[in-house]
């Protein structure tokens, strides 16, 4: 019987050709014909409240990705096919350059998977959404080039956002001053609902969240759309709101993929590692956000 690592190698191959073994372990290929590297890690998934997957990657490996210069991407299996993950190296290849692996030599990465949503965690680094790296239809395609997304506005990542909670059996609350820019065609604003009463503090502060999931009447994911504002606004009120609402431990920063460094910069501030805010923010790029939205509705927004 096949490992994982073994049946993909040979999906890759039956697309490319040839596929070459690289370095001096058994998990990283380079693929001549699509010029791309591939890196296989492999997990069991951990059951529980939040069901995981733990990986290691060589410190080693990764230097030599780095080196090799060309376009690669992390294979992240597990023993459940619908948990795998294909993850673009490139979107994260910065991060590896200014933090220190283990003391083993590897970086340590776990890959949750939430009712909310599918995050990657890299130590030391940030939280950040798979979702859109749930098939290997981004490898198997990348030689033809890119999907094309529309620009999108940020009463569009709004309303993807909303459509998302929708499909995942959440209510909605968006600020009422952004009903006007919500795309009605993919949010069900009968789903759309007021936020309970906590005090007129708290309120101020949590009313101001661009989309918030609602599970039955109560907060349960909060999303920020950083469209034009600085990302660390986005951090304080998620901050404020964690230091005032008990039971809220799922955030959002949704932004341009450009961005992406800064959000990795700004929540490894001292201030929100202080009280862990680090392990509750994940960042949603606007690629990411309309990957998961197509896969999850089968239609391709905006085209």
Known sequence: MKTP?????????????????????RSLFHIPAADIIVYFRYSRITEGRVPYAFYGLRR??????????KTSFLFLLTDQPDKNAFVPFKRFESYFANVEASADGQYKVLHFFRDSGRELYFANIGKFSSESFTHMETVLMFPTGQKTIPELSHGQA?????????????????????????????????KVKELPFFNSEVNGIISEVDVIWLKGSSPFSLFEVEHTTPIYSGLLRFNDVLLSVAGIDNFNVVSHSEKEGKFGREINRPTFKANNLIDKVTF????????????????????
Do not use: C
């Open 5 to 25: 690592a073994e049946e993909k190698l040979d999906a890759l191959k039956n697309k490319f050709g040839a596929v070459n073994k690289i370095g001096d372990g």
């Open 60 to 69: 080693k490996d990764v230097d030599l990705m780095v080196k090799q210069g």
């Open 158 to 190: 709004q309303s993807l956002v909303g459509s998302i909670g929708i499909h995942k059996g959440y209510g909605l609350f968006f600020p009422k001053r952004d009903y006007a820019e919500i795309d009605r065609s993919i949010v069900d604003f009968s």
């Open 284 to 303: 949603l790029s606007y690629d990411s956000l309309y990957e998961w939205h197509r896969h999850l509705t089968g239609k391709a927004y905006g085209i």
